[in-house]
Structures are given as C-alpha cells and as structure tokens.
C-alpha cells in the first residue's frame, strides 16, 4: 500500500479547492492551479481534507496513487505559500538584471540574453549574481530554473556557469595534474 496516498491532504484557510470528477482546481492568494488526473483514482472531499483512493491493487493504481496524492498537495501548498528555486551565477562578467518583468543576463557571450518571465513566473534579482525563479507551480518554476541554468552550465575546470544554490560542482585538476 502507498504509504504517501493513504494521508490525507489538509487544505489550509484561504485555499478553495474544487473537485470536478477528476479536475482539481486550487485557488489561494499566489495564483489558481488546474490539473487533470487519470480516471483510475478517486479524488474526494471530506471537511478540510482531500483523499485520493485507488480502486484495486493493480500495478497501474499503485503507480498513479502517491503521485496523484503529492500533485495536489504540490497544487495546494503552491497556491498559499509558492515556490521558489535561487540561482547563482559564477564567472567574471556574469550578472543579471531586470529589465520590466523579463531577466536579462550577462553570460559571456557577444549580446545580453533576454528571458521572457512565462505566466504566472516572477524573476527577483537580490543581486547581479543572484537570481530567484518564484510562482505558484512546482513544475513550472523548476523548468524556468532549468532553462535558465541551461544557457551556461557549470563546468567543471573552473567552476564558472549558473548552478543552483548548495549545488556542488565537482572540479576537474586540468592538464597540469597529469598522472605518470
């Protein structure tokens, strides 16, 4: 048995979560949140809490039930507080700035690059090597991150390149360490 779906999702004040058959809609202070689910599981209501249920034990209903269960508690959980991924850029002449809504980034290469913030996403610049990806949606906010990292990934000679924070970088020696 799924031990992450059997627990019931708790919807906290100031969350509306609507059920429809198997389209869930969460709507809070950080945004709204529509996702539809296989129509093998079972989402329902009871008070304050959403229970998602599997009919049997097959293969299939084993494998939708904890994923199920944590998308809506990811929808939940996005629409009252968000999320948030903080980027980092190392390398001399790497910065960020906002321009408007849109990031513009300074990554070594002969022309600034301008990312537009998709819908629903928030660019914040603390500082010109520093970058904060927020929004209502997990998946979303990741991706954007991910996009974002993939202009420059972090190489492993110097260092230099965009990685996300507490993200460990193993560093190659290079040809001087050359082994005889």
Do not use: C
């Amino acid at each position: 048995m799924s031990r992450i779906g059997k627990q019931p999702i708790t919807v906290p004040a100031g969350v509306d979560v609507t059920i429809d058959g198997n389209t869930v809609t969460a709507k809070g202070p950080k945004g709204e949140l529509t996702r539809s689910f296989p129509a093998i599981m079972t989402i329902k209501r009871e008070g304050e809490d959403i229970l998602v249920e599997r009919p049997d034990d097959s293969r299939e209903a084993k494998a939708f039930h904890g994923l199920v269960r944590t998308l809506i508690a990811n929808m939940v959980e996005g629409v009252s507080n968000g999320f948030s991924k903080k980027l980092q850029l190392v390398g001399v002449g790497y910065r960020a700035a906002l321009k408007g809504k849109d990031l513009e980034l300074q990554l070594g290469f002969s022309h600034p690059v301008s990312i537009e913030a998709p819908e629903n996403i928030t660019f914040e610049v603390p500082s010109q090597t520093e970058i904060i990806v927020s929004g209502p949606s997990k998946e979303q906010v990741g991706q954007v991150a991910a996009n974002i990292r993939k202009w420059r990934k972090p190489e492993p000679y110097k260092g230099k390149g965009i990685r996300y924070e507490g993200e460990l970088v193993r560093r190659k020696l290079g040809k001087a360490a050359k082994g005889d």
